[in-house]
Nanobody, 119 residues
Framework: QVQLVESGGGLVQAGGSLRLSCAAS????????MGWYRQAPGNERELVAT???????NYADSVKGRFTVSMDNTKNTVDLQMDSLKPEDSAVYYC?????????????WGKGTRVTVAS
């Protein structure tokens, strides 16, 4: 099966930037949607941004105008450029991918990368 590996997390000051990357371990299956979710301690995992194979994006209201998601369909990778970071952006960020939108589709999750924004 596909495995997702995230990188790019770390500590940054408020107002700074980070770029998260996620790479799929296999290109056997076409991943039609990839993106990022995040989860802070005590909170539910929430959507940050997704992008489909045709370039259509979806962002959480809290990150619109600050985060940009991009996808390379040929390599099954997805990046998240995070600018103007705020302390409330601190969370573990999880890469997400799916190979379909039907009930038979398989969802894939990375192990997560931590982002900490210092005030």
């Amino acid at each position: 099966q596909v495995q997702l590996v995230e990188s790019g997390g770390g500590l940054v000051q408020a107002g700074g930037s980070l770029r998260l990357s996620c790479a799929a371990s296999s290109n056997v299956f076409r991943l039609i949607i990839m993106g990022w979710y995040r989860q802070a301690p005590g909170n539910e995992r929430e959507l940050v941004a997704t992008i489909n194979s045709r370039g259509r994006t979806n962002y959480a209201d809290s990150v619109k105008g600050r985060f940009t998601v991009s996808m390379d369909n040929t390599k099954n990778t997805v990046d998240l450029q995070m600018d103007s970071l705020k302390p409330e952006d601190s969370a573990v960020y999880y890469c997400y991918a799916t190979n379909g939108i039907s009930v038979e589709a398989t969802n894939f999750w990375g192990k997560g990368t931590r982002v900490t924004v210092a005030s």
